[in-house]
């Protein structure tokens, strides 16, 4: 069955250790998201990407970096310069947004949840 | 920047009785989409209905249906016939397509408990 597969789950890390997030998805879909999701907050667009080895900042990029060497991998790393890496993350995928029906919907993860020590 | 609101942070409703959730969002486009993804207890996220701006006709996916007032900037849904599995958190979210740009913006959710 196609899907996004996020991992770990559960995840522990010590004040200033990067840690490193897995996304993978087989539904062939063009672009990535990751959303850092808190309490109370909704869920907030970190970095997202439409084409391999190109991605642009969302509204809380600082302390967060990621990659997009293949189609259909997104990992994001969240660095020791995040204040406040507590919280749980979603990664999606879509088509490209406009291109054809079923365009703009997106497809999410299971999530990881990340908790530093 | 496009915002969404959801006023009601918690909702509750007894099971098979019909509730309203609210949203209303800030955009100065006249193009774009809107969406309704529920969360329940295990976290994923799942699309439960989508409309687009230029389609005047409200959306419906069996006992999901949206109350569209454009000029309101109003986005409200209606579940019918509630059921014990649509205990979760329901997210507002909107898209406008701006061809490259595209994202995703959330409200800040809505906790809809039902009652057995």
């Known amino acids: 069955d196609g899907g996004i597969t996020q991992s770990p789950k559960y995840l522990f890390r010590k004040e200033g250790q990067n840690v490193t997030l897995s996304c993978e998805q087989n539904?062939?879909?063009?672009?990535m998201y990751w959303y850092r999701q808190d309490p109370g907050q909704g869920l907030r667009l970190i970095y997202y990407?439409?084409?391999?080895?190109?991605?642009q900042k969302g509204d809380i990029a600082e302390g967060y970096s990621v990659s997009r060497e293949k189609k259909e991998s997104f990992p994001l790393t969240v660095t020791s310069a995040q204040k406040n890496p507590t919280a749980f993350y979603l990664c999606?995928?879509?088509?490209?947004?406009?291109?054809?029906?079923?365009?703009?919907?997106?497809?999410f993860g299971a999530g990881s949840r990340l908790t530093v020590l | 920047a496009q915002t969404v609101t959801q006023s009601q942070p918690e909702m509750s409703v007894q099971e098979a009785e019909t509730v309203t959730l609210s949203c209303t969002y800030d955009?100065?486009?006249?193009?774009?989409?809107l969406f309704w993804y529920k969360q329940p207890p295990s976290r994923q996220m799942i699309l439960v209905i989508r409309?687009?701006?230029?389609?005047?006709q409200n959306a419906t996916e069996n006992r999901f249906s949206v109350n569209f007032q454009k000029a309101a900037k109003s986005f409200s849904l209606k579940i019918s016939d509630s059921q014990l599995g649509d205990t979760a958190m329901y997210f507002c979210a909107f898209m406008f397509p701006n061809f490259g740009n595209e994202k995703l913006t959330f409200g800040t959710g809505t906790r809809l408990t039902i009652i057995p």
């Open positions: 955009t100065s486009e006249s193009n774009y989409y």
């Open positions: 990407s439409q084409i391999v080895n190109d991605f």
């Open positions: 539904l062939n879909h063009d672009a």
């Open positions: 999606a995928s879509s088509i490209i947004p406009g291109t054809r029906s079923g365009a703009n919907v997106l497809t």
């Open positions: 409309q687009e701006a230029y389609k005047q």
